[in-house]
């Protein structure tokens, strides 16, 4: 089935360690995105590639990078990690910006 | 300002009751309205959208919902609740904002359905 697929599910990692969360899709979508949702609240969008083209939300922190080396796959990388960044990371895909937007499972990540 | 308000926390019904989760609008132009459904530790579900066409929208697990432009309202509803609906229900509306595709999510209502 096609599908977008989060690694790892849950993600610990220690105050300042870099960490990369991983996102792959089978969906062949041009569109892939990055949310960060803390503790139920709404997802916040952290930024967006269309194709290569990286899309950053204007109050992203600069902490927060992503790569996108392919079709299939897009990175979160989180620099120094703060005790704030504790959250879960929602991917999603749409085939064109218009579409419906589909989201991985998350990675819920902890910061010690 | 583009918004979406979920205006309650929660909402609680018995099993087979009808279940309505309410949610309204503010955007400039038509709307792109989405629901999506988050259980536990898990990512978004889609369940259900509205581009154009007709105001009552069909979706997944027997969900459905209502566009009302003058109420500026997009209620999700489901005539037999199931205690398996229990789950956090989320309203987007798309920012018509530039070409982003971006969401911009309601806060989110947590439907408890009892046995």
């Known amino acids: 089935d096609a599908m977008v697929i989060q690694n790892p599910r849950y993600q610990v990692t220690q105050f300042g360690k870099p960490v990369t969360l991983s996102c792959s899709q089978t969906?062949?979508?041009?569109?892939m995105y990055w949310y960060q949702q803390k503790s139920s609240q709404a997802p916040k969008l952290l930024f967006h590639?269309?194709?290569?083209?990286?899309?950053n939300e204007a109050d992203t922190p600069d902490n927060f990078q992503s790569r996108r080396p392919n079709t299939s796959f897009c990175f979160l990388d989180i620099r120094s990690p703060g005790l704030g960044d504790a959250a879960m990371y929602l991917c999603?895909?749409?085939?064109?910006?218009?579409?419906?937007?589909?989201f991985g499972p998350g990675t819920r990540l902890t910061v010690l | 300002a583009q918004s979406v308000a979920q205006p309650e926390d929660q909402v609680n019904v018995a099993e087979g009751n009808p279940l309505t989760v309410k949610c309204t609008y503010s955007?400039?132009?038509?709307?792109?309205l989405f629901w999506y459904v988050q259980y536990p530790n898990r990512g978004l579900q889609f369940l259900l959208k509205y581009i154009t066409g007709d105001n009552l929208v069909k979706g997944s697990y027997g969900f459905e919902a209502e566009f009302n432009k003058s109420q500026t309202s997009f209620h999700l509803k489901k005539p037999s609740a199931l205690v398996s609906d229990s789950a956090l229900y989320f309203c987007?509306?798309?920012?018509?904002?530039?070409?982003?595709?971006?969401?911009?999510f309601g806060q989110g209502t947590t439907l408890q359905v009892k046995p």
């Open positions: 955007v400039s132009g038509n709307p792109y």
């Open positions: 999603a895909t749409s085939r064109d910006r218009p579409d419906t937007q589909y």
């Open positions: 969906l062949n979508h041009n569109v």
């Open positions: 590639y269309y194709d290569k083209d990286f899309n």
């Open positions: 987007a509306v798309r920012d018509m904002r530039g070409n982003t595709g971006k969401l911009i």
